[in-house]
């Protein structure tokens, strides 16, 4: 059976910036909310390497700091330009990094709900994952780009070539056609099975793995020819996403 359905474009939390002070005055418990609620969270959209560092490279409000936070503490920042820009410098990991980009607003922090995640220290897949919506991938990544999973909802994503104007989703007997979107992302919902299912995307097929085990810390492991990590998004909800490997050259 063939059906068509419209991309799915993941909501990105849009908000203006407030103005700061070298010494700002102590905000009320409202007023400090509303820095919050009223500063952009950075968007990354480029991860490269350089030496021993990576250079990590986005858009938020101009001239706004931009703090990037690992779990072990750790934090690296720097201030976006008058158009928005900034860019990062990290330390090259020697293993997998996650790490939590925020906003910073006077002594306030707009926190993204996306996570920076770079693994193999950045041999890896570079993703931005993303609590409930689809995994944007920033290295080079095959047809089928990322499956996520709640255990109770599917998404499969990934990026066409230019000028592809559908994507086919083969899945459990299923055919579906996707529009991706400007930048030639696409993202479509797949039953939820029980394990390890085919999935065909752009003439290759890949083999979703299942479910990964309940965690609350990170968990990374090598599973079906690609990267299948737990993780734990904003208010602790697990999430798997499984990355699939680029073809062999």
Known sequence: MKRAMLSTAAAVL?????????????????????AREWARPPVVERVERSGSTLAVSGVADAEARVVLRGDDGAAFAAAADSRGRFEVRVPAPSGHLLLRPETQVGQDAAPSPDRLLILAAGQGPI???????????????????????????????????????????????????????????????????????????????????????????????????????????????????????????
């Open 14 to 34: 849009a908000i203006g910036a407030a103005a700061c002070s070298p010494n700002p005055p102590e905000r009320s418990g409202g007023e400090a909310q509303a």
């Open 127 to 249: 993703v931005v994952l993303r609590p409930g919506g689809p995994t944007r991938r920033l290295d080079a990544a095959p047809p089928l780009g990322a499956i996520d999973s709640d255990g109770r909802m599917r998404l499969a994503s990934g990026r066409a070539p230019a000028g592809s104007e559908v994507v086919e989703v083969q899945s459990g007997g299923e055919t579906v056609q996707v529009a991706p979107d400007a930048e030639g992302r696409w993202s479509v919902i797949l039953p939820v099975g029980d394990g390890p299912d085919q999935i065909r995307v752009g003439g290759r097929d890949f083999t979703w793995p299942g479910e990964a085990g309940a965690s609350r810390d990170l968990l990374v492991e090598r599973m079906a020819s690609g990267w299948r990590i737990r993780w734990a998004g904003p208010g602790g909800a697990g999430q798997t996403t499984w990355l699939p490997d680029p073809a062999a050259p």
